[in-house]
């Protein structure tokens, strides 16, 4: 089992920016990829971003690249999203997931493990 904490969300204007954290316990957090999915209400749950293993190849949405930048320390077993530039169609609750080997990065059911999320809101 592997759990996942989330922390950073908030409320911020548009341009603005957040750092989001997820912290994990319960097993090597080095044998996990791990990922940031987004809820908006009423929507299907989306990727954002993902990042290897080692953190040496990270993904993006197209909706978020260049403005979102996914991180890992594997010695203090947390992955961060750092959010630049945001928009209000950034609103929704962020969610972090974990996959020892995940069938897809960019869906929902390669990862085993989720958090219970974060919730980010940006204004206009």
């Known amino acids: 089992q592997v759990q996942l904490v989330e922390s950073g969300g908030g409320l911020v204007q548009a341009g603005g920016s957040l750092r989001l954290s997820c912290a994990a316990s319960?097993?090597?957090?080095?044998?996990?990829?791990m990922g940031w999915f987004r809820q908006a209400p009423g929507a299907e749950r989306e990727f954002v971003a993902g990042?290897?293993?080692?953190?040496?190849?990270?993904y993006y949405a197209d909706s978020v690249k260049g403005r979102f930048t996914i991180s890992r320390d594997n010695a203090k077993n947390t992955v961060a999203l750092q959010m630049n530039s945001l928009k209000p169609e950034d609103t929704a609750v962020y969610y972090c997931?974990?996959?020892?080997?995940?069938?897809?990065?960019?869906?929902?059911?390669?990862?085993?493990?989720w958090g219970q999320g974060t919730q980010v809101t940006v204004s206009s």
């Open positions: 319960g097993r090597t957090f080095s044998n996990y990829f």
């Open positions: 990042i290897s293993w080692s953190g040496g190849t990270t």
């Open positions: 997931a974990a996959d020892d080997s995940p069938t897809t990065v960019w869906g929902t059911p390669g990862y085993d493990y």
